[in-house]
């Protein structure tokens, strides 16, 4: 690689085509590409690895990029030079970001300075490729959209995969009442250890009946759903009087009886990530710096897989047994 590195070239994952785990290509003389004014060039330690990734290589999602492209967003690294207009970050410094311009699946990638976040020296490069997506995804559904507070009941339906440890941390660190859910004992254990009160199989044929037993029958007041089209009608009836569902992973559609809202006057909220403003991008890094200042915020990093892997970290994220923190790749 330094061989490569220094005639200009990198190793990065393109997609020519839309369509399986096999469209992704890694390519060993793709450029290395240059910062502009407002931007930085980071040697990539780690990059994150999100289930919306998969939607945007097969094509079937609402934004998809031009052709071909690298996928990733939330990389982990070093500072290799910085544009000239940068004046927050210099060679040397260790930071994750909230998104690429060039994408992540590479040696290096160029990114705004404004979407690039100093590294703690607390945490791994792995687990800096684990922050941005699934803590600023989990902190715009839990406060920005549903307007949890203190006090209040969430169930994380889904709690062992990266977004939803991430909401489990922060909602127990911001005074909630945390349930989670997974479908193995491993993942159980991980949301038990990452801030929820109570956890329970979503695998099991009665689990909902065993939530609405702990809730005494009062139902949760926010649900963060990692599995829409496959939960949404029964979060329904989970929920308490004026409960929201906060709708963060779809894989398809799902029939509802919308008199279940009625009932209760309840909320069906989808979470988009792309459409934060600046602001509430800026409140998002906030909460997340922190975290991480404060202790609370620990990334848990799941399965690693070498860039060259890539294609099976695609199948694995969408058809593995049970999720067990953020998937990562390690150029």
């Known amino acids: ?100 311009l060039s994408g992540g699946y590479a040696d290096y990638a160029v990114a705004e300075a404004h979407t690039v976040f100093p590294l703690s020296d607390k945490l791994n490069f792995s687990q800096g490729a684990a922050i941005a997506i699934p803590y600023f995804t989990a902190y715009r559904a839990l406060f920005l959209k549903g307007h949890a507070k203190a006090g209040e009941s969430v169930l994380i339906h889904g709690a062992s995969g990266g977004v939803g440890i991430a909401a489990c941390q922060i909602a127990r660190a911001y005074g909630l009442k945390v349930l989670g859910t997974a479908g193995t004992e491993e993942g159980m254990n991980i949301v038990l250890r990452n801030g929820a009160h109570q956890v329970f199989n979503h695998r099991e044929a009665n689990y909902l009946d065993k939530i609405k037993e702990y809730t005494k029958m009062q139902g949760v007041n926010i649900i963060v759903e990692m599995l829409s089209n496959v939960n949404l009608a029964a979060d329904l009836h989970l929920l308490s009087h004026a409960g929201r569902v906060m709708i963060v992973g779809c894989r398809g559609p799902i029939e509802i009886n919308p008199r279940d809202t009625m009932n209760k006057e309840s909320s069906i909220i989808g979470v988009g990530r792309f459409l934060e403003t600046e602001e509430e991008r800026r409140e998002c890094a906030k909460a997340v710096l922190d975290g991480m200042e404060s202790g609370w915020l620990k990334p848990v990093v799941g399965p690693e897989y070498p860039l060259q892997e890539v294609a099976k970290a695609h199948e694995d994220i969408i058809h593995s047994s049970g999720a067990r923190g953020k998937m990562v790749l390690l150029p």
């Open 1 to 100: 690689m330094a061989a490569a590195a220094a005639r200009g070239a990198m190793r990065a994952v393109r997609v020519f085509e839309f369509g399986g785990p096999e469209v992704l290509r890694l390519q060993a003389d793709v450029p290395i590409p240059a910062p502009k004014d407002t931007q930085v060039l980071i040697k990539v330690h780690a990059c994150g690895v999100n289930p919306v990734e998969t939607y945007i290589r097969s094509g079937n999602y609402a934004r998809i990029p031009a052709l071909p492209y690298t996928p990733g967003s939330d990389v982990a690294g070093v500072i290799e030079s910085v544009g000239e207009g940068v004046t927050a970050f210099k060679k040397g410094d260790r930071v994750f970001t909230s998104a690429t």
